[in-house]
Nanobody, 123 residues
Framework: QVQLVESGGGLVQAGGSLRLSCAAS????????MGWFRQAPGEEREFVAA????????YYSDSVKGRFTISRDNAKNTVYLQMNSLKPEDTAVYYC????????????????WGLGTQVTVSS
């Protein structure tokens, strides 16, 4: 079992930055690929970013590529999402998730999910 708790959300002006963190419990964190998803009001949840269990590869949606960076620290059981140049359309609840592969993360077929953290970008 892996429990995930997101933090770092908040209100920021357009063009600003935020760093989300996702703290994981459990000794198997380092064996899981991790990802970030988001869901805006009235919209379906969408994939944002994924990272290999050892950090070898990262993947991003086209909408955030070049602005967001996913990273992880397996010693701290934590995955991060650095979000720069934020836009109002980035407003959503952001979720982290764990899966056995980055392919599973990218397809949304994740084994564990956090409860989410709200990010609001004002114009």
């Amino acid at each position: 079992q892996v429990q995930l708790v997101e933090s770092g959300g908040g209100l920021v002006q357009a063009g600003g930055s935020l760093r989300l963190s996702c703290a994981a419990s459990g000794r198997t964190f380092s064996t899981y690929a991790m990802g970030w998803f988001r869901q805006a009001p009235g919209e379906e949840r969408e994939f944002v970013a994924a990272i290999h269990w050892a950090g070898y590869n990262t993947y991003y949606s086209d909408s955030v590529k070049g602005r967001f960076t996913i990273s992880r620290d397996n010693a701290k059981n934590t995955v991060y999402l650095q979000m720069n140049s934020l836009k109002p359309e980035d407003t959503a609840v952001y979720y982290c998730a764990a899966a056995r592969s980055t392919a599973a993360v990218r397809s949304g077929n994740c084994d564990f999910w956090g409860l989410g953290t709200q990010v609001t970008v004002s114009s």
